[in-house]
């Protein structure tokens, strides 16, 4: 069975090593994203997401939009969601 990843919405200024027990980190993006370009962060989202397994879990970073969408695309494409709340 493949490892468990964890979906980092936005790769900035904190540490996730810790969020490393709970998976392989792959950040969805990096840095600054237009808050208004929401079909943007839609197709970055995409390939990303695609790849995601339904034990997988997103990490709650960055803008809402940016998790408004992400979460979404997780759950449609898996019937559920499964939210990494760290601190």
Partial sequence: MDKTKV???NK?????TGAMSYGD???LSEGSLNRY????MYRKFAPLIAESKSNDYILITGLTTMACIACGMFAHMHG???????L
């Fill in 80 to 86: 559920k969601l499964n939210l990494l709340l760290f």
């Fill in 25 to 27: 980190i792959i950040y």
């Fill in 37 to 40: 370009a929401v079909t943007n």
């Fill in 12 to 16: 900035g200024g904190h540490d996730f």
């Fill in 7 to 9: 979906f980092v919405i």
